[in-house]
């Protein structure tokens, strides 16, 4: 066959397509419009790479310092950065404060001017939160005057929280706790980590990227079939004017080529409507700017070529087993049963695949990318193999009913492979979240752990610099609203003379907040207790005696000009106390003081950690102490406590899929909105028909809910066979205790079904227009 004959024959279907009156138009627009949302979401996945690369780039362009990084001295080009990071209900806020020292400091990128002090500049999404009613509690916390906006290349996503405030004298505030340095420019240190992925997170990235991509080709290949009944019949008439039986598919190709070509231009349009509201979405606290979403030239060209290729290719293979004759097209008749053998072929050779690599953990080097992609897809691609042979075989054996069941019945048995199409990409969908939820749950202990903070004694911590008043302090957390209990224990370390490296922690507190870290027989100001117990102190039993005499001597870094070493002698009615956890998970030793039994001098010398209690039925406690806090010191930020720590990687992933699930769900709503509508369409006469002979409209509503409530049964279960059969598959590649995720399971089946009721209930409204008698006019 010459590539001439191919090229007259599709572009014969292409001409069929668009000038067949209204039926063709509708038909191709149909087609175009499936395949349009399945080429949009592909579009959008070959521009993630860039949007995060950007995202990058713009985070390490502003980075301004590191911890340890080799101080630089005051010059007229250096500029004083001090983080004033802080939290606001579950949302980050990234601050800083700025103080130039010279005409030729370095300005933040999208910072036209340095902020005067007292004055900040603010990304838009800051600007609009402090403006309205929720922004409250913010706006008494940034208590600075707005006096611009950060620039696009200074954020990292539209909707970040954003500032940059001036101030004065923020060298002195070097010294103490804050967190800052001097810099000379931005974007001068390192953002990359040099430390090799875990194969087990690179596992999880393939596998995340190849079950988020399957549905959507697997919807583009059902897109490509819409209108697929009457097409046989208009092909049944070619044959009847002389077309043979390969120029007749050649041409139902071209009219799948024309829809699929114009689902190009479709998707096209949706990815760049969708890529202007990016800016106007947060998904999971992940945003990006239009310009971030630009796809890879090479990826968008090889989707604008492979997405017709597969429209010819699955029109070709989808009449093989069609006979299509000049007075009809034999599916009419019942058709001959599907095959299984060659269907089990695909998940069996996906398992062959993956095989190798069973057992093989994360000490076993990089699992091999191809055998991984390769493997998933031949397992995913099995579910649409199977699942019409499942709803062929089922629906044979149904039984009598109700006339809307029999009338379901009767239709699925006719049109089984339809039917199978029409829920192939959602099952696909189930199957893989099964799966990766399964993987997720599996390895989530190494990347997860409970944290060492006691978040049911203590929520939040805060530092007291040195120096500063710490009862004033602990007097305003505790008239803070919100907050129960202050616990706040000073902490200095004294030396035996006689010895250079022996030391000994001092630990200053009231009664109450002795309590939280020793069992104390009888406590009262001016009590010393000596600590026993602890794994940390070794120290402790022989300085802590009676009379010895222990030295503080001043600290070289941050000693005053005018500081001297002074001494302290353990007083002689010391007692035993056994020593037990802090609310960090800390077990302390050494020497417990009371504030009576320590020289004034001493004490001034002590750095205080508070721990707070709050009462968390107050709304909006947090934020309440960080006002607090902020009021105090704005470069002293409490610590908020979380009773779980996970890796920044698999957290970085698990939102990643959570953004895609939510966009693949989205796919698979509009589409099957799309192929339920297309199905109704065709069968608007045959509806009109029954509704003219009796037939109860709540009968044929009942019957359309069947033909979609069964196979979708049938492919949800067969979905989670197959996802908990991968599922098991990766967990034992990853050397992990197979363990059945029931929750998940039930969840994501539940999510699938909760979408098909949606659609169902959505094409609720087109049912009923066209179950009207007046349906069976034509023209």
């Not at 802080?86 to 933040?108: N, S």
């Not at 649409?384 to 499942?390: N, R, S």
């Not at 075989?393 to 009913?401: D, F, N």
């Not at 048995?413 to 099964?434: D, K």
Request: glycine share 10%; proline share 5%.
């Amino acid at each position: 066959m010459s590539v001439g004959q191919w090229s007259r024959d599709l572009a014969m279907g292409v001409r069929f397509a668009f000038s067949g009156g209204r039926e063709g138009w509708t038909r191709a627009l149909l087609t175009a419009v499936g395949v349009g949302l399945g080429v949009a979401l592909l579009l959008l996945t070959t521009a993630i790479p860039n949007a995060l690369a950007e995202r990058d780039r713009r985070e390490e362009a502003r980075s301004d310092h590191t911890f340890g990084q080799q101080e630089i001295p005051k010059a007229d080009d250096t500029l004083i950065v001090l983080d004033a990071d802080t939290t606001f209900r579950d949302m980050d806020v990234r601050g800083r404060m700025l103080e130039a020292e010279g005409p030729r400091a370095p300005l933040p990128p999208g910072v036209s001017a340095f902020p005067a002090a007292g004055e900040m500049v603010v990304s838009p999404a800051l600007k609009e939160l402090l403006a309205s009613d929720d922004g409250k509690l913010l706006r008494e916390r940034l208590d600075y005057r707005i006096a611009g906006t950060i620039g696009e290349q200074g954020l990292v996503g539209s909707h970040e929280l954003a500032y940059f405030a001036g101030g004065k004298g923020l060298a002195t505030m070097l010294e103490g706790p804050a967190s800052g340095a001097r810099i000379d420019s931005f974007g001068n240190d390192d953002l990359g980590s040099s430390d090799a992925w875990d194969p087990v997170l690179l596992l999880l990235v393939l596998v995340v990227f190849v079950v988020l991509l399957m549905p959507v080709a697997v919807f583009i290949a059902a897109a490509v079939r819409f209108g697929g009944e009457r097409r046989d019949r208009r092909l049944a008439a070619l044959r009847l004017v002389g077309s043979d039986s390969r120029m007749t598919r050649r041409i139902a190709a071209g009219e799948a080529l024309a829809g699929s070509v114009l689902g190009l231009v479709l998707g096209t349009v949706f990815f760049l409507l969708g890529r202007e509201l990016a800016a106007s979405l947060e998904v999971f606290h992940v945003s990006v700017f239009p310009s971030y979403l630009n796809p890879s030239p090479v990826l968008a060209v090889l989707v604008a070529l492979a997405v017709p290729a597969a429209a010819v290719l699955v029109t070709i293979l989808a009449l093989r087993g069609v006979v299509i004759e000049p007075l009809g097209v034999v599916r009419t008749a019942k058709p001959s049963r599907r095959r299984l053998w060659w269907r089990l072929l695909l998940p069996l050779g996906g398992v062959a695949l993956l095989y190798p690599m069973i057992g093989q953990g994360d000490d076993g080097g990089d699992f091999n990318q191809y055998l991984v992609v390769g493997g998933v897809m031949f397992l995913l691609v099995g579910v649409t193999a199977l699942l019409p042979w499942v709803v062929e075989t089922v629906v044979a054996r149904l039984g009598s009913g109700g006339v809307a069941w029999q009338l379901a019945v009767r239709r699925l048995q006719l049109s089984s492979g339809a039917a199978a199409r029409m829920v192939n990409g959602i099952a696909v969908a189930v199957a893989g979240a099964i799966a990766l939820q399964m993987l997720f749950a599996g390895v989530e202990g190494n990347y997860t752990r409970a944290s060492e903070y006691d978040v049911s004694r203590a929520q939040m911590s805060v530092d007291v610099p040195k120096g500063a008043d710490a009862a004033a302090i602990i007097g305003k957390y505790l008239d803070t609203e919100g907050v129960r209990k202050v616990t706040a224990l000073s902490d200095v370390y004294l030396r035996d003379r006689r010895s250079e490296d022996s030391f000994v922690q001092l630990t200053l507190a009231d009664c109450a907040s002795l309590r939280e870290v020793a069992t104390l027989p009888s406590c009262r100001d001016g009590d010393v207790f000596a600590a026993k117990g602890s794994e940390y102190d070794s120290e402790g039993d022989h300085l802590a005696k009676p009379g010895t005499t222990l030295w503080r001597e001043p600290d070289g870094e941050t000693a005053r000009a005018d500081e001297r070493p002074f001494s302290w002698t353990v007083p002689q009615d010391i007692r035993p106390a056994q020593s037990r956890e802090d609310p960090t998970g800390y077990e302390r030793g050494g020497i417990l003081v009371t504030p009576g039994a320590l020289p004034e001098k001493l004490a001034a010398v002590t750095s205080a950690r508070l721990f707070l209690s709050l009462d968390l039925s107050v709304p909006d406690a947090y934020d309440l102490v960080r006002n607090t806090a902020a009021r105090l010191d704005p470069a002293v930020q409490p610590m908020t406590w979380h009773s779980v720590e996970s890796n920044d990687r698999y957290a970085t992933i698990r939102t990643g899929l959570s953004v895609g699930s939510a966009c693949v769900l989205a796919l698979i709503g509009a589409s099957l909105l799309v192929s339920q509508l297309e199905q109704l369409r065709e069968r608007r006469k045959l509806l009109s028909s029954l509704v003219a002979f009796g037939t109860r409209r709540r009968t044929l509503g009942l019957s359309v809910l069947w033909q979609t409530a069964i196979p979708i049964g049938l492919g949800l279960l067969l979905a989670a066979t197959v996802g908990i059969a991968l599922g098991v598959v990766l967990l034992r590649m990853t050397n992990t205790a197979v363990r059945v995720d029931w929750p998940s399971v039930l969840s994501m089946t539940g999510i699938g079904a909760g979408v098909v009721l949606v659609v169902t209930l959505l094409s609720l409204p087109p049912l009923l227009k066209l179950m009207r008698p007046d349906g069976l006019r034509t023209e």
